[in-house]
Structure formats: structure tokens, C-alpha cells
């Protein structure tokens, strides 16, 4: 009977490590997971809480055998957690089952299981409230950061050790029970403190880093969109110059009396003013108070200028936005824009409007419709991998769709009719 509670006491350390990792394992490691809580299981029956320490360190060596071949610090770090809380929950049990076994003699006999029922019953109270308050779902993201996982590594293996040194005293002067349930429970309590403390902080961290990513892909996409716009009236300027330099010369070539090099360069001046011409309603976008926002509408209209798609643009009054567009938005507009000009082509006449209107209560609206040749599966639009294109290449609207979801104070509508497919982005005014 001493036995199967050893074992099932070393099952607790893989019971909380599968909980742990989040994404759950596999049977078959769940099924080496038990072969080990047999073998370990029959050393802490002879050995005693010693077997904590070489459980640790046969798993530490473990682990630095394998990162040679694959990364496992994020395993090494949840699997010495789920350690960390047995030790725990183990010493914590067997102060109480000691003092119930004090305080009602009939139970002396039943110590051991008395310690096991109060280990799993801590087990099972600590896996409810962190699936209640999803706090490991939430760190995840921060233990993809190598510093970190080193950093809370190192903290959990100072305090392993620190209780395992405590245990081995009050086992070694023979205390008295009341004696060790203040030393471990205040220690332990200071050990679960220190460590939620620590991953609040790294909380935030993890916050104001996002908000510092945030802050410098702005930056970096305000000097893209100052590159575009020079390089647009660079442009428009060669573009000037450009005609104004064929038509000087069309003066020459019409009075050199040949009739075949007036027929060519009358070939090259009409393709060239085909090719260099601007489309007059472009420059409406100087009316875009945004500078990322104008940049990505000039660049995408320029790209379906020179895919022969008939571009109408509908902005007569100035557009601001309440607030700086993101670059998440940037990144929606974008997959709008791109999905618009692929339907687009396929049609007889291709063809894109873009409208954008401003209203007096902050709020602002962009408007993207295009034509179609066939008419895309409405009810399918979002599903990862649909497209009209082939298989596993419709990821843009599915993406769209997340990313409007991360989005407070932006609404996305999408309709469609048997001609025409419109995207309704609403930039509202935050509260």
C-alpha cells in the first residue's frame, strides 16, 4: 500500500507538468510518465523526499542532453514548476495528515493516505483556479522569450533548493509538528508569492514591450509612407518633364519631312502618354491628413492603374482619423486593397472604388467595392484556405477577420451582391 501511494505521490509531479504545458501530451509520454512515477515511486518508498532532488537532477541532465538536438528550456522550466508545487503540496500534506493523526489517534493508522487524498485534493484546487484564471494560458507568449525562461528558471531552482534544504533541517532536529507547519507554510507561501509576483512583473514587461514594438513599426511605417509620397512626386515630376521634352521634339520630327520616322515617333508619343499619364483624381489623396493611409491607397492605385483595373476614387473633403491608423490597419487595408484588385481582373472590365468620408462625430468610414467575373462563396470567405485562386491560398480574409477582432474601435462589414463585393471599414471615435 506504501507503495502505490509513493508512486501515485510522484504521478502528482506529471499530473500538475501536463497541466503546465498548456498544450497537452501525448499518451504515449503520458504512458513513460507513469512508468517513471513506478521506478521513483520505489525510491522515494526507501529514500524519502531525496528523491525530489534526484528526480530533479536526473531530468536536468535530461534536458541538456537534448538541447543539443532540439530547444527544451521551455519544458525544462514547467517541468521544474510542476516539481517545485509537489514538493509543496507533499510537505504541506504531511504536516496535516501528521496533526489530524495528533489530534484523532484512530487515524494514525491511515497517515498515508490522509497525505495522498490532501496532495491530490491541493493538486486538483490549484489546477481549478489556474484554469480559472487562465494564468499560464496567459504567460505562454512571455515563455517564448528565451531571457525569460532562464531568468524564471533560475529563480525556481534557487527556491527548489532552498526548501529542499529546509525540509532536510526540520527532519534533521526533529521538530515538532505545529513547528514545521509555520516553516513550511510560511516558506511555501513566500516561495508561490515570490514566483506570481515575478510573472505579474513579467506581465507587464511583456506589455510595455509590445507597446515599444507597437510605438517603432509606427515609426518605421511613418518614414515608408515619406519615402512613397518623394518618390510619387519625384514621379509626377520625371512624368512633367518626360512630356514636356517629347512634345519640344514632335515640333523637329514633323518638319524633317519623313513620313516614316514622323509615323514612329507619333507611335512612341501616344504610348507614352498612355504611359506617363496621372490620373487627375489621385491627387484628391493630399486630402488624407494620415500619411500611412495615404501612402497605401497611392501605391495600391498606382498598382491597379498599371494592371488596366479603372480605378474611382471618392474624396472630396478632407479625412482624419480620430486617432493615428495602426499598423494592424495598415495590414487590413492592405489585404482589402489586394483581394479588391485580383477579383477585379478577372472581370470583362475590371474595375475599383475606393470612397472615404469623414463625419462631424469623430467617426470615418472607407469604402472598397469591386467587380467579379464569378461570384466567390460567401458563406466560405473566412474559412482558412478558401479561395477562387486554388487550394490553400485564401488566408488574407481569415486574417482579416482576426485582425478585426483585435481592433476596439474599428468595425469590418463585408456584403456582396450578384455584381459587385464591398468591404465597410468604420473607424470610430474612441469612448
Request: charged share 15%; proline share 3%.
Amino acid at each position: 500500500m506504501n507503495w502505490i501511494i509513493s508512486c501515485l505521490l510522484i504521478l502528482g509531479v506529471y499530473l500538475l507538468a501536463d497541466y503546465i504545458a498548456v498544450e497537452r501530451r501525448t499518451w504515449r509520454i503520458r504512458g513513460y510518465a507513469i512508468l517513471l512515477s513506478l521506478l521513483f515511486g520505489s525510491l522515494l518508498l526507501f529514500w524519502g523526499r531525496i528523491v525530489f532532488v534526484l528526480l530533479l537532477l536526473c531530468y536536468l541532465s535530461y534536458y541538456v542532453l537534448q538541447q543539443k538536438k532540439r530547444p527544451v528550456l521551455t519544458e525544462l522550466v514547467k517541468f521544474c514548476s510542476a516539481l517545485s508545487l509537489q514538493l509543496i503540496f507533499v510537505s504541506l500534506a504531511t504536516i496535516f495528515a501528521v496533526a489530524s493523526g495528533k489530534l484523532w489517534p484512530a487515524l494514525t493508522d491511515y497517515t498515508n493516505i490522509i497525505s495522498l487524498m490532501i496532495d491530490y485534493g491541493l493538486i486538483g484546487g490549484f489546477i481549478i483556479l489556474l484554469h480559472y484564471l487562465k494564468i499560464f494560458a496567459a504567460i505562454t507568449s512571455i515563455f517564448r522569450q528565451v531571457q525569460v525562461q532562464k531568468y524564471f528558471l533560475a529563480l525556481l531552482l534557487i527556491c527548489f533548493s532552498a526548501l529542499s534544504a529546509l525540509l532536510w533541517l526540520i527532519d534533521f532536529y526533529q521538530l515538532n509538528t505545529a513547528s514545521r507547519s509555520l516553516l513550511v507554510a510560511g516558506f511555501s507561501s513566500l516561495i508561490l508569492l515570490t514566483a506570481f509576483i515575478f510573472v505579474y512583473f513579467l506581465k507587464i514587461f511583456n506589455l510595455r514591450n509590445e507597446q515599444l514594438v507597437a510605438q517603432r513599426d509606427y515609426q518605421n511605417l511613418l518614414v515608408y509612407a515619406q519615402a512613397i509620397e518623394k518618390n510619387d512626386r519625384t514621379l509626377r515630376k520625371f512624368k512633367h518633364d518626360q512630356q514636356n521634352i517629347l512634345l519640344s521634339l514632335q515640333t523637329y520630327v514633323n518638319e524633317s519631312q519623313q513620313p516614316e520616322l514622323q509615323q514612329y515617333f507619333q507611335q512612341i508619343l501616344d504610348n507614352a502618354n498612355a504611359q506617363l499619364q496621372v490620373a487627375p483624381q489621385f491627387a484628391n489623396l493630399d486630402l488624407i491628413a494620415d500619411k500611412p493611409l495615404r501612402s497605401i491607397l497611392l501605391q495600391k492605385l498606382a498598382q491597379a492603374q498599371q494592371d488596366a483595373v479603372t480605378v474611382k476614387l471618392e474624396l472630396t473633403k478632407p479625412f482624419a482619423l480620430a486617432a493615428p491608423i495602426s499598423v494592424a490597419q495598415i495590414r487590413m487595408l492592405g489585404i482589402i486593397l489586394d483581394n479588391a484588385l485580383e477579383a477585379a481582373k478577372s472581370a470583362t472590365t475590371p474595375a475599383v472604388q475606393v470612397a472615404l468620408f469623414s463625419y462631424p462625430n469623430g467617426d470615418a468610414e472607407l469604402i472598397v467595392a469591386n467587380n467579379f467575373a464569378t461570384a466567390p462563396n460567401f458563406g466560405h470567405l473566412f474559412d482558412y484556405g478558401y479561395s477562387q485562386k486554388g487550394t490553400e491560398r485564401g488566408t488574407g480574409l481569415a486574417s482579416l477577420r482576426e485582425l478585426a477582432e483585435q481592433q476596439p474601435n474599428l468595425l469590418l462589414d463585408i456584403s456582396q451582391t450578384a455584381t459587385e463585393f464591398r468591404v465597410i471599414l468604420t473607424f470610430m471615435e474612441a469612448n
